[in-house]
Each structure stands twice: as C-alpha cells, then as structure tokens.
C-alpha cells in the first residue's frame, strides 16, 4: 500500500510540474501510413488497400486534451471479384484523395515517456482523381477516367500511444474513419457503407 502511494505521490509531482512548466504545448510533423478499405453497396462488398502521408499540427492543454489537424493525401481502393458464368472479372475503382481530419483526443499526459490516448474527430474528403478498372480473366482490361472533385465526410474513432523523446514525439495510431455515404463506386447503388481502418506512425518535433 505504501508502494502504491509512493508511485501515485510521484506521478501527482510528475503531473504538476508538466502544468508549471506550461499548460500549452504544440508539435509539428508528419504522419504517415496504411489505409484499408471496405465498402458495401447493396449486398456487394468491395475492398483495398492505400497510402496516406501529411503534415500534422496539434497542441496539447495540460498535457491531458489534445487538439490535431492534420491534412493529408491519401489513396483509396476498391476491387470486387464478379464470379459471372461467361465473363468472370474484377473491378476496381482507385481514387486520390485530399483528407482534412480534425480531431480531438484525451491523454494519459502524466504518464512518463509513453502516454495512451483516445479521441475522436470528423474528416472532409475531397476525390482529385478516380479511375474505373475492369481487369478480365485472361488479362485484358479496361479503363475509364472518372474525375475528381466528390466531397464526403468521414467520422474519426482512433487510439494510440505517445512516445516521448525529450522534443521529439513518435505516435504509432489506429483509427476507424466511418463514412456513410461512402465514395462513389456507383451511383445507382442506395444501400452504402465505408469504412476504412488508417495505421500510421506519426512523427513530431515538440519546441
């Protein structure tokens, strides 16, 4: 017991000198990863894999709430196998997007040099381009340019970790991104869901 309130007594000390030596503090860097993608369109499930790289921006208060914005391209893929009785093929549609994720997350600031967190966010997604691809057993295939410029919105559940290097901080993160109006892989379609799940390593300098 005593142990235990030799430990809690240290991180309190911990805690407060974080506060004394500044209740704000900022970081600049940059985030990069995987993006996996799922969508389901009318009992039709499509999936894929992209990149995505950005600048992040973010300010802790305390050390306990932590405000990012961190703009990015990323790219996003959809492929689905059509096993059909006379023309068995696989179709893709592939964009590239720009992606303006806003979130706010809560922090276990007081815990020293690896600190957990969770947080939550909305994203705007903004398509640059889009190519539909039609890839045919025998290894033909066509494809057709679809244009950019569909906007949707994302909602942003993430958790991940900390880790504290003196003015540096490296952010290993794993993040749902919802949107249900999903990207447009086709229009006709009225039953709609994307999700894509995004594993990044962020890299930041803290002055």
């Given amino acids: 017991?005593?142990?235990?309130?030799?430990?809690?007594?240290?991180?309190?000390?911990?805690a407060?000198?974080?506060?004394?030596?500044?209740?704000?503090?900022?970081?600049?860097?940059?985030?990069?990863?995987?993006?996996?993608?799922?969508?389901?369109?009318?009992?039709?499930?499509?999936?894929?894999?992209?990149?995505?790289?950005?600048l992040g921006m973010g300010t802790d208060i305390f050390g306990f709430l932590g405000i990012d914005l961190t703009p990015q391209y990323r790219s996003t893929a959809f492929s689905h196998y059509?096993?059909?009785?006379?023309?068995?093929?696989?179709?893709?549609?592939?964009?590239?997007n720009v992606y303006f994720p806003v979130e706010i997350s809560l922090k276990a600031g007081f815990i020293p040099l690896v600190s957990p967190y969770?947080?939550?966010?909305?994203?705007?997604?903004?398509?640059?381009?889009?190519?539909?691809?039609?890839?045919?057993?025998?290894g033909t295939s066509i494809n057709t340019e679809l244009g950019g410029g569909q906007a949707s919105i994302?909602?942003?559940?993430?958790?991940?970790?900390e880790i504290?290097?003196?003015?540096?901080?490296?952010?290993?993160?794993?993040?749902?991104n919802l949107n249900s109006a999903a990207d447009d892989v086709n229009t006709s379609q009225t039953e709609e869901e994307n999700l894509d799940i995004h594993l990044s390593l962020g890299f930041y300098y803290s002055p």
Avoid: W
Avoid at 1 to 14: A, D, E
Avoid at 82 to 96: L, M
Avoid at 164 to 176: C, Y
């Fill in 16 to 54: 407060y000198g974080q506060c004394l030596s500044g209740p704000i503090s900022t970081r600049v860097g940059i985030k990069t990863g995987l993006v996996f993608n799922s969508y389901k369109s009318d009992g039709e499930d499509f999936s894929g894999t992209g990149l995505l790289i950005g």
């Fill in 118 to 138: 969770i947080g939550l966010g909305m994203a705007g997604n903004i398509r640059l381009t889009g190519t539909e691809s039609t890839e045919f057993d025998d």
């Fill in 1 to 14: 017991m005593k142990k235990l309130l030799i430990v809690l007594c240290l991180l309190s000390i911990y």
């Fill in 154 to 161: 994302f909602v942003i559940l993430k958790s991940g970790a």
């Fill in 82 to 96: 059509y096993q059909t009785a006379f023309v068995p093929h696989t179709k893709t549609y592939s964009y590239s």
């Fill in 164 to 176: 504290k290097l003196i003015k540096f901080r490296i952010s290993p993160e794993f993040s749902l």
